[in-house]
């Protein structure tokens, strides 16, 4: 998919070296084509935690109706959105916030969908229903949902926003947090994947 997209605007040399960075180059996190799919799996358990936490409606309604939104989210995941959109301008765009924000802008796009659409989500009255939503939810992605994405911010506290204002921040608090999260799933998934194995 990376390589088709890349090779619409670039030579075959320079579509290699973008597809080796996507995909090895430290831009997604590791494991995330390999067999095991651990870094992938890694990101689902962080989206769910981060719902819950942002979305307390949202993740009651998806846990009543037995729902996986990680499933439902994985393709958006596992192809950074490629052949998700309706149009190849909002692919294009997707690439450009990769490059300049790195790996979180997944997370900032899919909970800005799934913000942008709670009353849709929590309208669904069965797992049936909110598979459908989902599978059209990405292609009703618009530019401007791309730029509010970029700007998306976890909840935040006035103390917090004086402190930052005052004293700066490297990291914004989706970074620190999605960091967090992905150091302590990635130890459950190893218990997991090594319990698989025996």
């Avoid at 080796?20 to 651990?38: I, N, R, S, W």
């Avoid at 996986?68 to 909002?90: H, I, K, N, R, Y």
């Avoid at 659409?117 to 009703?140: N, P, T, V, Y």
């Avoid at 401007?144 to 909840?155: I, K, N, T, V």
Wanted: include cysteine; charged fraction near 25%.
């Amino acid at each position: 998919m990376y390589a088709g997209q890349f090779l619409q605007f670039m030579s075959e040399e320079d579509s290699y070296i973008m597809l080796c960075h996507f995909v090895k180059g430290g831009l997604l996190p590791e494991a995330y084509y390999d067999f095991t799919m651990q870094g992938r799996m890694v990101d689902g358990l962080v989206l769910e935690h981060l719902i819950r936490k942002e979305m307390p409606k949202v993740h009651e309604h998806l846990s009543t109706l037995d729902f996986e939104v990680s499933v439902a989210t994985g393709m958006w995941f596992s192809q950074c959105f490629t052949g998700c959109f309706s149009e190849m301008e909002l692919v294009f765009r997707v690439f450009d916030l990769l490059l300049s924000f790195g790996n979180i802008i997944l997370f900032k796009l899919t909970l800005h969908i799934i913000a942008k659409s709670e009353s849709r989500i929590i309208a669904a009255d069965s797992a049936h229903k909110l598979h459908h939503l989902f599978a059209r939810l990405a292609k009703e992605v618009t530019a401007q949902d791309l730029r509010d994405a970029a700007s998306y911010r976890l909840r935040t506290t006035a103390l917090e926003t004086l402190r930052h204002q005052f004293f700066g921040k490297k990291k914004s608090k989706l970074d620190q947090e999605v960091e967090r999260l992905r150091r302590r799933y990635k130890v459950k998934t190893s218990e997991a994947l090594t319990a698989g194995e025996h």
